[in-house]
């Protein structure tokens, strides 16, 4: 008997796991202690998201590697366990199938002592009586325990009934968050089509733009023909009619310039309220994907709940089935004390008696057997188990090279984006020297062509007789605002275009470069040079008659190197669109690789199971610290729910950093999980600074490239 018991006892002793009262048992924890473990970690370069998920992978397939290697050292130590208890058990059966044959030959050797056996019978019976009464205050004890165990059972079944609806409402919330993240990606796909359609209007834009500027060309050749024919007739009042109908031309086209230049700025508001809007949208999947994390570590706990509920189930129900064998075996027990006591004197019943024993016995060695059985059914689940989890070791590799391959592939994305990059600042320096130095050449050609025109009215007062006065005196009504316009330009922005366009008003052209070189100022001072001796042979030429005309002649501009300073910025327009349009392919690739990674952690996080076979005293350790916790840590987090009831890594240095088993014995710390929290940290920030600077970046430079194009078409 004694024996039996042990062997049930023994059956139905299993690595038991206790469940947290509260849900703040997995959480990680954020007190002081994380930033002591913070400070000890030495200053290493950042690591980025994919490694430390491969790191944590890793990890996560040795702590399986050990835990497999436990779980078959206990198997053995299981099997040879019950192989001795056989062996006892086997031993004490064949004693006592030797000891009942020896009495069966000593009661036929003794049936005529029977008195002697009665007194030894009845001897017996007290023995058996006493022996009754202790199994009797064994049965009630049991009975207590069997009310104790159906209450706790009813109290899990109904904690089970209340997991199973938080886990439906976790399935709904789900259901909405997918729903809310298509309506959300298909807001972003309209808006991605409005974009295209922006970009294909400014397209359009560009060619009215080449329209208009050969329409300017040919106005410009017509005006070239109109100032020669007006060279051939001598009279001033065709003159003054040409000059006005140039004058009219002329300011058609500045006005249809202007407009133009307007709807270009609408078009690059609106384009600004677009990038906007999509970066409202990028934080409002940040937010999503966030509650998504949250409600998938809820989703853990809760799964982490019911399958500790179920190995508590499975233990109340196999010692409820060790209590109804105890009670069938009293019951046995007590039928055999009463066969004995009514069989008192009957010898001949004995042999009875043995016969029925070596029944008992040989149903107890069948039950034996069963539970030899189970044992090896058992030993073979737990094979299936091994080479599950060697498959999913395998998987993991897998993942680990592809989420390898894919690092290389944004390592080289990042760095044709900051070449990219240095490209655009080094032609934003160039193209601001060269503003420069084009601001301070137009204002030296102003201050030159205003001291002609001063020159060439003095000339024209002495020599004109009475009857051409009224067209000097036009001519000079003409002049002053074309002084003053001079002056407002160059004390303005610096943009010579007005004063050229007034002294084309005025005069007929002689071109002059204006190259963006350096050697521009030689030329424009060749270019004086040659104009003041054309005076001086003019001068030389001028009879002193009243009726002869004077020509002059005054500097024109070169339009044709604006132009292509247009098309130069239009040029580095449609590379910045171009970027954009990367920029936004890029963020959308990123965002299915996310998805892609959160599906495969979320699968992995609920299909391990390996964290089910701790010890007691682990549990107890993390439920103590959990509760130290509670206070003052409220947030949670993905590598806690990963790293809960599984190895942790512990940092000896700054040289030597060493993968240690957790020890069931010892109390269980959370270093690893916070230093690994950290370092995720710091690169989710280290990326979001990146992020910002670069759309910072990006603004100021199509703020800069608006204000070059003003300029120039100014």
């Known amino acids: 008997m004694d024996a039996s018991d042990h062997s049930n006892d023994t059956v139905g002793e299993k690595p038991s796991v206790d469940v947290g009262d509260n849900p703040t048992e997995n959480e990680p924890i954020h007190n002081t202690q994380e930033t002591e473990a913070t400070e000890t970690v030495p200053s290493e370069p950042l690591i980025s998201e994919d490694e430390i998920k ?24 299981c099997q040879q366990h019950y192989e001795t208890i056989l062996a006892r058990q086997k031993d004490d059966y064949s004693r006592e199938k030797q000891s009942t044959v020896m009495r069966y030959a000593q009661a036929e050797k003794a049936k005529l002592d029977s008195d002697k056996r009665c007194d030894t019978l009845l001897a017996k019976n007290a023995d058996l009586t006493k022996e009754k009464e202790n199994l009797q205050m064994k049965l009630s004890e ?23 609806k938080e886990l439906e409402k976790v399935k709904e919330l789900n259901q909405s968050i997918d729903a809310t993240l298509k309506s959300t990606l298909n807001h972003l796909k309209g808006e991605s089509q409005q974009l295209r359609e922006q970009r294909e209007l400014n397209e359009r834009l560009k060619r ?57 700025n609408r078009f690059l508001e609106k384009l600004k309220s677009a990038t906007e809007d999509h970066l409202a949208l990028e934080n409002v999947i940040e ?98 188990l091994n080479e599950e989890q060697h498959s999913r070791i395998a998987q993991l590799e897998t993942t680990e090279t592809a989420l390898r391959d894919q690092l290389k592939d944004l390592e080289e994305i990042f760095g044709s984006l900051s070449k990219s990059h240095e490209e655009i600042v080094k032609k934003y320096d160039d193209s601001l020297i060269e503003i420069q130095t084009l601001k301070k050449k137009h204002q030296a050609n102003t201050k030159d062509l205003i001291k002609q025109l001063q020159q060439l009215q003095k000339t024209k007062a002495t020599a004109h007789d009475d009857a051409s006065s009224p067209a000097l005196q036009t001519s000079q009504t003409r002049n002053i605002p074309v002084k003053e316009n001079l002056g407002d330009h160059s004390s303005g922005r610096g943009s010579p275009t007005g004063s050229y366009s007034s002294l084309n008003d005025m005069t ?91 599906k495969i952690i979320q699968a992995y996080a609920m299909n391990a199971d390996g964290f089910m076979y701790t010890s007691n005293e682990s549990d107890l350790a993390k439920q103590q610290l959990a509760n130290k916790t509670r206070t003052n840590s409220t947030s949670t987090s993905l590598m806690a729910t ?73």
């Open 642 to 714: 990963l790293y809960n009831r599984a190895t942790t890594t512990a940092a000896t240095g700054s040289s030597s950093t060493a993968n240690k088993i957790f020890d069931q014995s010892a109390p269980m710390t959370l270093e690893t999980s916070l230093d690994i929290m950290g370092k995720l940290q710091s690169v989710l920030e280290d990326t979001l600074l990146k992020n910002i600077t670069l759309k910072e970046n990006v603004d100021t430079l199509s703020k800069e490239i608006e204000k070059l194009s003003k300029r120039t078409r100014k």
């Open 508 to 598: 007929p052209p002689v071109l002059i470069s204006t190259s963006d070189q350096p050697s521009v100022t030689s030329s424009a001072n060749n270019n004086n040079n040659h104009h003041h001796h054309q005076q001086q042979q003019h001068q030389q030429l001028v009879p002193a008659d009243d009726e002869q005309e004077v020509v002059v002649s005054i500097v024109d501009i070169d339009r044709q190197k604006l132009i292509d300073k247009l098309l130069k910025q239009q040029k580095l327009l449609v590379r910045r669109n171009e970027k954009i349009e990367f920029l936004n392919d890029h963020i959308q690739l990123l965002t299915q690789d996310l998805q892609n990674k959160r």
């Open 54 to 77: 491969i790191a944590n992978l890793t990890t996560t397939v040795a702590n399986q590697s050990s835990e497999i290697a436990e779980l078959n050292a206990r198997l053995v130590a």
């Open 287 to 384: 937010n999503f994907r966030l509650n998504a994390v949250r409600d998938k570590e809820t989703n853990k706990k809760l799964y982490d709940d019911l399958l500790a509920a179920r190995e508590q189930d499975s233990i109340e129900i196999s010692r409820l089935k060790q209590i109804e064998n105890l009670h069938n075996q009293t019951l046995a027990d007590n039928a055999d004390l009463r066969q004995l006591l009514e069989k008192e004197h009957q010898h001949l019943e004995l042999t009875q008696k043995l016969t029925e024993k070596n029944s008992v016995l040989q149903t107890n060695y069948e039950q034996l057997e069963i539970v030899h059985k189970k044992i090896s059914e058992h030993h073979d689940s737990l094979k299936k």
């Open 142 to 164: 049991f009975k207590l325990m069997n009310t104790k165990l159906q209450q706790a059972y009813d109290n899990k079944a109904a904690e089970l009934n209340t997991t199973r």
């Open 208 to 264: 009215d733009l080449n329209e208009q500027r050969e329409i300017n060309e040919q106005l410009n050749s017509q005006c070239k023909q109109l100032t020669e024919t007006v060279q051939a007739v001598p009279t001033d009042d065709e003159r003054t009619q040409a000059f006005d109908t140039l004058l009219n031309e002329h300011n058609a086209l500045k006005s249809q310039l202007a407009v133009v230049q307007e709807e270009n």
